[in-house]
């Protein structure tokens, strides 16, 4: 097939959006987290833009998406991009590889940022640099290889053969999952149970929220990889899931608490936009509608028995990404159609294939136990060579001035130095939102 170029300005327009998605996942999560926390949470998921890009370029890319022959890890052919230019390739036909690469390095961006979410205000930044380059290499490109490059677990003669349209597995359950081992590794904030601890700036967290609903139509509707009538399908996919989800989660959180809440609407619609990652571009309007329901009310009960277990999730990495990951992924199995991917056998259970419900939840498993064991490891690596963990004396003090002396707020109009507002970052429905006003 020759190169399109509708198709290639629509892909790079869907580049762009889901760079743009990383900026806005740092001010959702910087929202969530103390005022002296702020700086520190926005610079993971900033430098993260950073380092994984380059991280891909050398070597994440080829291993993901290089031809090698096996379906464990892909070859070094495109080692420093290395014949990736403007010639098409063979997963995208009509675009640039150039274009397709860059398309990818933006979703390998993203996935360890999330990771972030789960351990805020308590990780150490060289910790965490370490820990951000071997987990791409380590954990990413292997699972984007398995699902997406040719790998054992994606479409094609001997494979699994599972459905994930734009990450449900290879971003959220991979994140989710590794933010599962990285809570039990470097465990819960001092405080944590024992103190108020809320978030600090709820516009921004709103802010973040609407970032990434925007960055997601490049996230979903680009993963057709044309300018299309299926990119249209998961377009629609995406906005109906985000909204029916929103809608989930206050349901249950006005039933439950008498009130709904502002971060609940935005929390309850990033679980939408993770639930239908997996299934954009393979289910009909009113399945997406079903499954953005699905995931808004069980990602709120996931998050709210963060309470009842003591399980210091600090911005719900698990409760939202893993399990609406999860959600997705599964239901995906139930509710595909190849009328509306085009792809021969693409169906669920609902259409008659009830195999397709057994693959995606071998992906899933699979998925889950390699994510999780190979994020304990790297922990552990990095752990012994640079240290995870702030200092007590470090956590208390707070992120911004200990890991990059910093401060986000140093003064009010008065020119005394401001009280930090209350709070961290649970977005837990089942808290209420305390914000304490500076003393001049």
Same mark, same amino acid.
């Given at each position: 097939?020759?190169?399109?170029?509708?198709?290639?300005?629509?892909?790079?327009?869907?580049?762009?959006?889901?760079?743009?998605? &990383?900026?806005?996942?740092?001010?959702?999560?910087?929202?969530?987290?103390?005022?002296?926390?702020?700086?520190?949470?926005?610079? @993971?998921?900033?430098?993260?833009?950073?380092?994984?890009?380059?991280?891909?370029?050398?070597?994440?890319?080829?291993?993901?998406?290089?031809?090698?022959?096996?379906?464990?890890?892909?070859?070094?052919?495109?080692?420093?991009?290395?014949?990736?230019?403007?010639?098409?390739?063979?997963?995208?036909?009509? $675009?640039?590889?150039?274009?397709?690469?860059?398309?990818?390095?933006?979703?390998?961006?993203?996935?360890?940022?999330?990771?972030?979410? !789960?351990?805020?205000?308590?990780?150490?930044?060289?910790?965490?640099?370490?820990?951000?380059?071997?987990?791409?290499?380590?954990?990413?490109?292997?699972?984007? %290889?398995?699902?997406?490059?040719?790998?054992?677990?994606?479409?094609?003669?001997?494979?699994?053969?599972?459905?994930?349209?734009?990450?449900?597995?290879?971003? %959220? $359950?991979?994140?989710?999952?590794?933010?599962?081992?990285?809570?039990?590794? $470097?465990?819960?904030?001092?405080?944590?149970?024992?103190?108020?601890?809320?978030?600090?700036?709820?516009?921004?967290?709103?802010?973040?929220?609407?970032?990434?609903?925007?960055?997601?139509?490049?996230?979903?509707?680009?993963?057709?990889?044309?300018?299309?009538?299926?990119?249209?399908?998961?377009?629609?996919?995406?906005?109906?899931?985000?909204?029916?989800?929103?809608?989930?989660?206050?349901?249950?959180?006005? $039933?439950?608490?008498?009130?709904?809440?502002?971060?609940?609407?935005?929390?309850?619609?990033?679980?939408?936009?993770?639930?239908? &990652?997996?299934?954009?571009?393979?289910?009909?309007?009113?399945?997406?509608?079903?499954?953005?329901?699905?995931?808004?009310?069980?990602?709120?009960?996931?998050?709210?028995?963060?309470?009842?277990?003591?399980?210091?999730?600090?911005?719900?990495?698990?409760?939202?990404?893993?399990?609406?990951?999860?959600?997705?992924?599964?239901?995906?199995?139930?509710? !595909?159609?190849?009328?509306?991917?085009?792809?021969?056998?693409?169906?669920?259970?609902?259409?008659?294939?009830?195999? @397709?419900?057994?693959? @995606?939840?071998?992906?899933?498993?699979?998925?889950?136990?390699?994510?999780?064991?190979?994020?304990?490891?790297?922990?552990?690596?990095?752990?012994?060579?640079?240290?995870?963990?702030?200092?007590?004396?470090?956590?208390?003090?707070?992120?911004?001035?200990?890991?990059?002396?910093?401060?986000?707020?140093?003064?009010?109009?008065?020119?005394?130095?401001? &009280?930090?507002?209350?709070?961290?970052?649970?977005?837990?429905?089942? %808290?209420?939102?305390?914000?304490? &006003?500076?003393?001049?």
């Amino acid at each position: 097939m020759e190169i399109s170029s509708g198709d290639t300005a629509w892909m790079i327009v869907s580049t762009a959006l889901v760079m743009f998605m &990383t900026p806005g996942l740092a001010l959702f999560y910087g929202g969530l987290v103390r005022g002296k926390n702020v700086l520190g949470t926005i610079m @993971q998921s900033l430098f993260a833009l950073g380092l994984v890009s380059i991280i891909w370029f050398v070597a994440g890319y080829t291993l993901a998406f290089g031809p090698s022959g096996n379906t464990l890890i892909g070859g070094l052919d495109f080692l420093f991009l290395r014949d990736v230019g403007a010639e098409p390739f063979a997963l995208a036909p009509t $675009i640039p590889h150039s274009v397709y690469m860059a398309f990818q390095m933006m979703f390998a961006v993203i996935t360890p940022a999330l990771i972030t979410g !789960a351990v805020a205000e308590r990780m150490r930044f060289r910790g965490y640099v370490l820990f951000l380059l071997m987990w791409s290499l380590l954990v990413y490109s292997p699972v984007a %290889h398995w699902v997406w490059g040719g790998g054992f677990l994606g479409l094609g003669d001997g494979n699994v053969g599972a459905l994930d349209f734009a990450g449900g597995t290879v971003v %959220h $359950i991979n994140a989710g999952v590794a933010a599962l081992a990285a809570i039990f590794y $470097i465990g819960k904030r001092h405080g944590f149970g024992k103190e108020a601890i809320h978030p600090h700036n709820i516009p921004m967290v709103v802010t973040g929220a609407a970032i990434l609903w925007f960055g997601w139509f490049g996230f979903n509707a680009g993963s057709a990889l044309a300018s299309n009538g299926l990119a249209g399908a998961a377009f629609i996919n995406t906005h109906l899931a985000t909204a029916a989800a929103m809608l989930g989660w206050l349901a249950v959180e006005w $039933i439950r608490n008498k009130v709904p809440t502002t971060i609940g609407a935005a929390t309850g619609a990033v679980g939408g936009l993770v639930a239908v &990652t997996p299934a954009a571009g393979f289910v009909e309007p009113w399945a997406a509608v079903v499954i953005g329901l699905a995931a808004g009310m069980i990602c709120y009960g996931a998050v709210s028995l963060k309470a009842k277990i003591s399980f210091d999730d600090s911005l719900d990495v698990v409760g939202v990404h893993m399990v609406g990951g999860l959600v997705g992924a599964l239901l995906t199995g139930i509710f !595909a159609t190849e009328a509306i991917s085009g792809i021969e056998g693409a169906n669920g259970l609902l259409y008659g294939n009830a195999a @397709q419900l057994g693959k @995606q939840a071998i992906a899933v498993g699979v998925t889950i136990g390699y994510s999780f064991l190979a994020t304990l490891f790297i922990l552990k690596v990095t752990d012994m060579l640079v240290g995870v963990r702030v200092t007590h004396e470090e956590e208390l003090t707070g992120l911004d001035l200990s890991q990059h002396a910093e401060t986000a707020y140093t003064t009010v109009d008065r020119g005394t130095v401001a &009280t930090p507002p209350v709070g961290a970052g649970s977005t837990s429905a089942s %808290h209420s939102v305390v914000q304490r &006003t500076a003393e001049g």
